[in-house]
């Protein structure tokens, strides 16, 4: 970016100072392993499938390509989101630190195949509320936990005087939705199926007079998403 200019009587034109604006950007992780087709939820040793690790990639790509510092790399303890931050790591020299606040929400279908699990009449209590929802953590509760890690990001150390640097957070499909619901003015309650959140998109924020504002999306796995098995929208 050329810095603007200003005219100073007696002294000609002369530069002024630009600062960069920080911009955190939450990353969705990419196709988990999944041939069971099972809710896994916060449930252990759901690795990447191969096709999502080259989802990965393209997200760590397009964050290369950006050419913007990043001052931190940050992923949800989950080992989804771990593999998936492992290509960023190396793309731009970053270590991983581990944010739980950015978790998958808990569900009582973890380990369930969702199809079968609602049919059986044991399951329909947990059924009752979508708006909540009855089954898991409350949307309000995911964005609360999201929003506070995200506060924190904007918070941390600057690269440099005039460099804050950006912070790249990988994180799961519905906690990113719910967030940029929230942010957006929007209603958290909605259809899974209609969440903009595709597997290893980028949405990105910046921080204006110390509110969020969403500032772009991008789907850099879109080439990818046709031969996706297990997209995870639940």
Same mark, same amino acid.
């Given at each position: 970016? /050329?810095?603007? !200019?200003?005219?100073?009587?007696?002294? @000609?034109?002369?530069?002024?100072?630009?600062?960069a604006?920080?911009?955190?950007? *939450? =990353?969705?992780h990419?196709?988990?392993y999944?041939? &069971?087709? =099972?809710?896994?939820? /916060?449930?252990?040793?759901?690795?990447?499938?191969?096709?999502g690790?080259?989802? $990965?990639?393209?997200?760590?790509?397009?964050?290369?390509?950006?050419? %913007?510092?990043?001052?931190?790399?940050?992923?949800?303890? *989950?080992? %989804?989101?771990?593999e998936?931050?492992?290509?960023?790591? $190396?793309?731009? #020299?970053? &270590?991983?630190?581990?944010?739980? /606040?950015i978790?998958?929400?808990?569900?009582?279908?973890? #380990?369930?195949?969702?199809?079968?699990?609602v049919k059986?009449?044991i399951n329909?209590?947990? +059924?009752?509320?979508?708006? %909540?929802?009855?089954w @898991?953590?409350?949307?309000r509760?995911?964005?609360? /936990?999201? !929003?506070?890690?995200? !506060?924190?990001?904007?918070? *941390?150390?600057?690269?440099?005087?005039d460099?804050?640097?950006?912070?790249?957070? =990988?994180s799961?499909q +519905?906690?990113i939705?719910? !967030?940029?619901?929230?942010? $957006?003015?929007?209603?958290?309650?909605?259809?899974?199926?209609q969440?903009?959140?595709?597997?290893?998109s980028?949405?990105?924020f910046?921080?204006?007079?110390?509110?969020?504002?969403e =500032?772009?999306?991008?789907?850099p $796995?879109?080439?990818f998403?046709?031969?996706?098995?297990?997209?995870?929208?639940?």
């Open positions: 970016m /050329r810095a603007p !200019t200003q005219a100073i009587p007696g002294y @000609g034109i002369r530069k002024l100072a630009v600062v604006s920080r911009q955190v950007h *939450l =990353v969705r990419g196709e988990v999944n041939p &069971d087709h =099972v809710l896994y939820g /916060r449930l252990p040793e759901f690795h990447l499938s191969p096709l690790r080259r989802m $990965a990639q393209a997200a760590a790509d397009e964050l290369a390509a950006r050419e %913007r510092p990043v001052a931190a790399l940050i992923a949800s303890p *989950l080992v %989804r989101a771990q998936s931050a492992a290509p960023i790591s $190396a793309a731009l #020299g970053l &270590d991983i630190r581990t944010e739980p /606040r978790i998958e929400p808990r569900n009582h279908f973890e #380990g369930k195949v969702m199809e079968k699990a059986n009449p329909w209590p947990w +059924l009752v509320n979508p708006l %909540r929802p009855s @898991g953590e409350a949307y509760s995911i964005v609360a /936990r999201m !929003t506070e890690a995200m !506060t924190d990001a904007f918070a *941390l150390p600057p690269l440099s005087e460099e804050p640097g950006d912070v790249v957070m =990988v799961h +519905l906690p939705w719910v !967030t940029h619901l929230a942010i $957006a003015g929007e209603r958290l309650w909605h259809d899974p199926r969440r903009r959140c595709n597997l290893s980028i949405t990105s910046e921080q204006v007079d110390g509110a969020f504002r =500032v772009g999306y991008s789907d $796995a879109a080439p998403l046709e031969s996706a098995v297990d997209v995870g929208a639940v």
